[in-house]
């Protein structure tokens, strides 16, 4: 059973740029959910794909989008990058879309840092 | 909007103690998953639970909905135990909302 994946692990960028994050889900799992963690803060929810459909979305402006695919692996995409956006972004596999029924299996992490 | 919070924020203690992390959140939820995260960024699942208490090894997770309470408990901590432990409460379908972690450091 492989885990959770992300790439790259570390990227610098220049305001104004665009970027992709990728994301390989656990095998078996039809859910991915990406988070945004500021530094000494809580991750906060950007959005959660469900069998390649966007099954919701928390408080993050339009500039930040994702896709999944068949396979379940995920990108999120961030464009017009800003100075706050400096941060570790996270994605979640998990089984089942519910927040309730089915424990997340996290990746290690992207941290992107905004010059 | 559901609020969750954690004390303390940071915790040293000394190997072997027993040790107590917190966390509240202000509105009813389906479900609460403790986590933990390690200096690299990687976050593991330790527990989810909606009532009762789970335990696993060393560790022990409670929750009392009336109260809108959750404890972690680490029963002789060593410093491995070192991390932040995140609190997340799933009020709604799919939306998590997290503490801002407690930073757990036991020393030798």
């Known amino acids: 059973e492989t885990g959770v994946t992300q790439s790259p692990t570390h990227l610098i960028k220049t305001r104004g740029q665009q970027v992709t994050l990728r994301c390989s889900s656990q095998?078996?799992?039809?859910?991915v959910s990406w988070y945004q963690q500021a530094l000494g803060q809580g991750p906060q929810f950007i959005f959660q794909?469900?069998?390649?459909?966007?099954?919701g979305r928390g408080n993050f402006p339009p500039r930040f989008s994702g896709l999944q695919f068949p396979n379940y692996s995920s990108e999120l995409n961030v464009n017009a990058l800003e100075l706050d956006d400096s941060a570790l972004y996270l994605c979640?596999?998990?089984?089942?879309?519910?927040?309730?029924?089915?424990?997340?299996?996290f990746g290690n992490g992207t941290r992107l840092t905004v010059t | 909007k559901n609020e969750v919070e954690q004390s303390p924020q940071n915790l040293t203690a000394q190997e072997g103690e027993f040790i107590t992390i917190n966390c509240s959140y202000s509105?009813?939820?389906?479900?609460l998953h403790w986590l933990q995260q390690h200096p690299g960024g990687g976050i593991v699942s330790l527990f989810m639970?909606?009532?009762g208490k789970k335990k696993h090894g060393r560790l022990i997770a409670t929750i009392n909905i009336q109260e809108k309470h959750s404890s972690l408990h680490i029963t002789a901590s060593h410093p491995r135990d070192s991390a932040v432990y995140i609190c997340a409460a799933g009020a709604g379908s799919y939306q998590l909302t997290f503490g801002k972690g407690t930073k757990l450091s036991v020393i030798p």
């Open positions: 095998s078996g799992h039809n859910t």
């Open positions: 639970l909606s009532s």
């Open positions: 509105v009813g939820i389906s479900a």
């Open positions: 979640a596999s998990s089984y089942y879309r519910g927040a309730y029924n089915s424990p997340l299996h």
């Open positions: 794909y469900y069998r390649e459909e966007e099954n």
